[in-house]
């Protein structure tokens, strides 16, 4: 932890000097992450290393490909929160459990946790960045909302030599939530590098991500009529959202934090290097002061190591033996009366993930040098090993009786496996591009899991249109806390043996003169892993299908634009999914430019609605969401409205009221996700099924700003 607050100490002060020390400039920036052909030109230096005088250059690429992006710098969406996506929906409270109602099964190959609730706002190693630039390049932006909502980032970018360059992005995130004890804490860190030697014979890849996701569990609503109950007068009885009654108040204990929390920490380190065999050619400038190298590649070899831990963490402090039921029995410091001793008995349950991945691939090339068709094959180990501790372990004492004592679980696995890969990428008009890649366990455990994956794409002459094809499967084992679970209470181990399969077909088309595309995905499961009704690990195994269609349009007319977006899905009777059949989002916007175009105004509203479905149920015991097949919600359209303006291109904000259907009398609140139900003191030998709900109508104001020196 000392670790991490010096690296954001030292980011910080970094940025802060290049600031004081830099004149503030525009970068020619794109206005989306689309891929460019432009050449890079930051290369091109003398071998003195010396900066030279010219335009700021920003671009960045990700690790084994050769698409060149450039940063996003538009206005249009920047008061959304763009790593929940257009479908994905958290539980109120900005960075909370999340889940995408676009049905999306997990992708993963090899043993796994199986926790990925804050996958959203989580950073990955899969998608670094990696960054070249010709000038320190810095980005800080910051979002305020009501109830404590606050989203701060800062990025910075430098290349210390031209060939080599490092960058680091940290995020937090912290929010009180509109309702009681909803509390969350995240950080969000990754630092990259990349090196390549002035010969371009070497390349050097380094990554490293940490997460940080502290949630506090209120454990839903506990009677939902409070949500929309009115006086004589028509008004709300219950304005203020915190004096409404949740499942894990416990005003003895606090009235600020919950005293069940969940964690989760993850650590990653990647570094993967490559030489080069090929054909070098060295060109010289006009009075021959300057060269550049080129180099045809023939074949090479690359090694990759990739280190990685998760650490989860429950704790419920004041417990209550009724709130177990599902998981085990033990009588408690409340045992379910209400009455709890402070610090007589908790909860606590941790698991651990380490893994260690090395591989060694041999790679061959076909075609221009400048974007050729790569193929790769190679052999790679992986260890694993899991943890549970504290868990139950029973032991006769010296009267004798049987008790329970703190013990461990632990599963090292030790796999082999197999892996192939072929790439090229369309960077130009009329290039076709392509990726197929496979990996299998050929020993360990879990021998015969792979991840079978191919695309095939077209950009179509005058980039009129854009067309990929793709097709997927993958089988793996049930994830280690599925089949596992415990604490000082119990060790239980739940039999899901049969391996998950999941097969996909895809095609999606864009037409950029038309500014519409179109796309339809097909999932075919068995042997599915999910949480079911009970709350506990399951195997769906009867095979079922999904079937999705999405459609995205853009019309202009004048000065005014209107943006739409449907998806539509399709679902087996009696699968254990939970997503309704019909989503939407339509944004209208008016664009202007004031100012002699030094200031861009985006001024729109925007509203999302759902068709009425059974939505998934939250387990904050398990941290993960479970399948319910009784409760249906109708939802009200959501709406905001927004004010977004850029001046000159450097500095980027926005003004915006979300949730404004809340102002509307008579309208009932929108429920995103229901909680465990639970025997009520008020109703008693009758389940109450408590609710997660939309927060109030809201203000928020965020800023982003760019700085290159």
């Known amino acids: 932890m000392r670790l991490f607050f010096l690296v954001r100490a030292v980011a910080i002060a970094i940025s802060l000097v290049f600031i004081a020390s830099g004149e503030t400039v525009f970068a020619q920036i794109g206005t989306s992450s689309q891929s460019t052909t432009k050449k890079d030109t930051s290369m091109n230096k003398s071998n003195n290393g010396k900066w030279k005088s010219e335009n700021a250059n920003i671009t960045y690429e990700l690790i084994n490909s050769q698409k060149i992006f450039v940063p996003d710098t538009s206005i249009a969406m920047i008061h959304s929160l763009k790593y929940l996506g257009t479908w994905c929906r958290d539980m109120g409270n900005i960075g909370a459990p999340a889940l995408n109602l676009q049905f999306t099964p997990e992708e993963r190959f090899g043993p796994t946790l199986g926790y990925h609730v804050f996958d959203a706002g989580s950073y990955s190693l899969d998608s670094a960045k990696y960054y070249n630039t010709n000038r320190p390049y810095s980005d800080f932006s910051y979002r305020l909302?009501?109830?404590?909502?606050?989203?701060t980032g800062l990025m910075h970018s430098q290349n210390i030599k031209p060939n080599w360059n490092v960058a680091v992005e940290y995020h937090k995130t912290t929010s009180a939530g509109y309702y009681k004890i909803e509390r969350n804490n995240n950080d969000n860190l990754y630092l990259t590098s990349n090196y390549r030697s002035l010969n371009k014979h070497y390349k050097l890849w380094f990554a490293l991500v940490y997460n940080k996701e502290q949630h506090d569990e209120n454990g839903g609503i506990s009677n939902a009529s409070e949500l929309d109950s009115t006086n004589s007068s028509?008004?709300?009885?219950?304005?203020?959202?915190?004096?409404?009654?949740?499942?894990?108040q416990n005003e003895a204990y606090s009235l600020t934090r919950s005293s069940v929390y969940n964690n989760m920490r993850q650590f990653g380190l990647q570094v993967q290097h490559t030489y080069i065999w090929?054909?070098?050619?060295?060109?010289?400038?006009?009075d021959s002061t300057q060269y550049s190298y080129s180099l045809k590649p023939r074949f090479s070899i690359t090694h990759r190591f990739r280190l990685g831990s998760e650490?989860?963490?429950?704790?419920?402090?004041?417990?209550?033996?009724?709130?177990?039921?599902?998981?085990?029995?033990?009588?408690?410091?409340?045992?379910?009366?209400?009455?709890?001793?402070?610090g007589s008995d908790s909860v606590f349950a941790q698991q651990k993930w380490v893994h260690i991945d090395n591989k060694i691939f041999f790679n061959g090339y076909l075609g221009k040098s400048a974007?050729?068709?790569?193929?790769?094959?190679?052999?790679?180990?992986r260890i694993d090993l899991f943890t549970s501790d504290p868990v139950s372990k029973?032991?006769?004492?010296?009267?004798?009786?049987?008790?329970?004592?703190?013990?461990?679980?632990?599963?090292?696995?030790?796999h082999n496996y197999l892996e192939a890969l072929i790439h090229k990428d369309a960077l130009n008009a009329g290039d076709w591009t392509f990726n197929a890649n496979g990996r299998l366990f050929i020993t360990g455990p879990d021998a015969g899991d792979l991840s079978l994956n191919g695309k095939l794409g077209k950009q179509l002459r005058n980039n009129s249109a854009f067309l990929e094809l793709g097709v997927g499967q993958q089988i793996n084992e049930v994830p280690y806390a599925y089949r596992y679970y415990g604490n000082a209470y119990t060790n239980d181990t739940f039999h899901l043996d049969r391996k998950e399969s999941v097969s996909n077909l895809f095609a999606t088309v864009y037409f950029s003169k038309l500014k519409m595309g179109l796309g339809v995905k097909s999932y075919v499961i068995n042997n599915y892993v999910y949480i079911n009704e009970q709350e506990q690990p399951a195997q769906y195994t009867v095979p079922f299908s999904v079937q999705q269609l999405w459609i995205q349009k853009l019309f202009r007319a004048g000065k005014f634009c209107l943006d739409n977006q449907l998806s539509v899905q399709q679902f087996a009777s009696g699968s254990p999914v939970n997503v309704p059949v019909l989503m939407g989002r339509h944004q209208l916007t008016y664009e202007n430019v004031l100012f002699k175009n030094a200031l861009k105004i985006v001024v729109g509203s925007e509203i999302r609605y759902n068709t009425s479905y059974k939505p998934a149920g939250y387990d904050c015991q398990l941290n993960r969401f479970f399948y319910q097949n009784t409760t249906s919600v109708t939802n009200t359209p959501e709406i905001s409205f927004f004010v977004n303006f850029r001046v000159k291109s450097r500095f980027r904000a926005f003004f915006m009221v979300d949730q404004l259907q809340q102002l509307i009398p008579g309208v009932t609140n929108t429920i995103l996700f229901l909680g465990s139900p639970f025997t009520n003191s008020a109703n008693p030998g009758f389940l109450t099924v408590p609710v997660y709900a939309t927060p109030?109508?809201?203000?928020?104001?965020?800023f982003s700003w760019i700085l290159v020196n």
């Not at 109030?696 to 965020?702: H, S, T, W």
């Open 278 to 286: 090929g054909v070098t050619d060295t060109a010289y400038n006009g």
């Open 234 to 248: 028509g008004g709300k009885i219950y304005s203020d959202r915190r004096t409404i009654d949740v499942v894990n």
């Open 394 to 414: 029973l032991v006769t004492d010296s009267l004798p009786t049987v008790v329970h004592a703190p013990g461990t679980n632990q599963l090292n696995l030790v």
């Open 371 to 381: 974007n050729p068709a790569s193929f790769s094959a190679g052999i790679g180990n």
């Open 145 to 151: 909302g009501s109830k404590l909502e606050q989203y």
């Open 696 to 702: 109030d109508a809201m203000l928020r104001f965020g």
């Open 311 to 342: 650490k989860h963490t429950y704790n419920d402090l004041t417990p209550d033996s009724v709130r177990y039921a599902s998981l085990f029995h033990q009588a408690l410091g409340s045992g379910g009366s209400g009455y709890y001793s402070a």
